[in-house]
């Protein structure tokens, strides 16, 4: 798909999003309407105009793909998200929750009586069922396990003794497998009498008589050799494989490394037990982006956009408070100058300047360093180098960019040693930023933390009490 088709797709799914608002809207305008009439019809004429706007609703439902209807979900406030709800056809709900975000599938399940969650989940493969059974009701799944048949019980218990970030967890068992004792044209014969190929099958498995994994038949390779020749001769058996008890997060930078659209997954005797394919590393990376932006401004989880007051002030309060805290001992700083800006009223207009440069240059390390762990480029051979070399950075900025302001400051106040306190209070900010901008995410890693957790908020705490002391601080002991 071109740059340009992606950018209409965008354009129509936003106009279908603003016909479902319009739709929403004039629904409840006709309804407010038709309860204000009065007479024997009434219930009759309510009935009717309740039908009218909803069923040419349901029919652009109806056209669209479930991530669309998804992402009209998590785009409408939750009453009218529950209306859309409501009319999407019951055999599209398990597709429909597995796309939504989490905080919008929690809305979408206390919306629904245990009949349509079973019907939802009826639809779904283990993998899927897998992914959904921890949000659902305890009678919910029990019931829904007792009626699957004994392969997909096993299948779905499997799944569910990992954790979310293991392999294990995110592993497909719908694949195609083959043995390198026969023909190319039998492996043919066989595909056409499937009929339909498991989404994403790049390639075939290669299994022995015990299932033991030999290799991979790339369907590229399959399509252009002969074929009388055997399976063995033009087979991969260098393939990339996984653990089930692998980190998820290594596998996708994997799947990113190698270009790979489906993979197996072995157990500890190399018995083929699934496959990992594209489109759960492709969400993996997403959600994974989406929890270190929301971990950095110090959001415990992912939030609805339209969730309750009372949710939304629970996500938040946490590091808001931290927030206080630091920024009260900010002020308590700021407060032993006192004296010292009372004699020099330019140090009140100068000092925010120092603290604001700081901060976004710990972030910018920050940022680097979380970064770099996630890509596992850091370790405890090169810390110390790292160390040496944001420092470094820092203090050419500091020189640098210190000397800009510390001129402009001269210019300002007509005092070149307000200008030298300037720059040198400017350099040793940013040298505590880039320090603290390594340490605060390498001792959240040795503390077993989410490096990114509140770094943000940490390294402006550090940057703000930091640069105001070192700024009054050299200002007091030179200048007055």
Known sequence: MTVIEVKKTQE????????????LQRQRIVEDLA??????????????????????????????HSADVAYILEALPVEDRLTVWQLVKVERDGDILLEVSDSVRETLIADMDDHELLAAAKEMDADELADLAPELPRDVVHELMEALDSQQRERVR?????????????????????????????????????????????KLFVVDNDGVLKGVLPIKRLLVNDPEKQVSEVMASDTVSFHPDSDAYEAAQAFERYDLISSPVVDKNGKLIGRLTIDEMVDLIREESETEVLNMAG??????????????????????????????????????????IEKLVALAALMPI????????????????????????????????????????ALVNGVVWGGVIGIVAYLLYHSWSLGVVMTAAMTLNLLLAAFMGVLIPMTLVRLGRDPAMGASVMITAMTDSGGFFIFLGLATVFLL
């Open 12 to 23: 129509s799914l936003q106009d279908r999003l603003a016909q479902v608002v319009d739709l």
């Open 35 to 64: 309860h204000r009439q009065e007479g024997q019809h009434q219930g009759r004429v309510e009935n009717l105009v309740h039908r009218q706007h909803l069923v040419e609703l349901q029919r652009k439902l109806d056209d669209l």
């Open 158 to 202: 499997s799944a569910l003794s990992y954790s979310e970030d293991q392999v294990g967890a995110l592993m497909d068992f719908e694949m195609v497998t083959i043995r390198e004792d026969v023909s190319l044209e039998v492996v043919l014969r066989y595909l056409r009498r499937l009929k339909e190929l498991p989404g994403h099958t790049d």
């Open 299 to 340: 959001l415990r989880e992912e939030e609805d956009i339209f969730a309750s007051v009372w949710r939304s002030l629970r996500n938040r309060w946490s590091w808001l408070a931290v927030n206080l805290i630091t920024a009260f001992i900010a002020s308590r700083v700021i407060g032993l100058f006192e004296g010292s």
């Open 354 to 393: 120092v603290a604001g440069i700081g901060g976004n240059s710990g972030n910018q390390t920050i940022t680097m360093i979380v970064r770099a762990m996630a890509l596992d480029q850091v370790s405890t051979g090169n810390t110390s180098r790292l160390m040496r070399k944001e420092l470094g950075v």
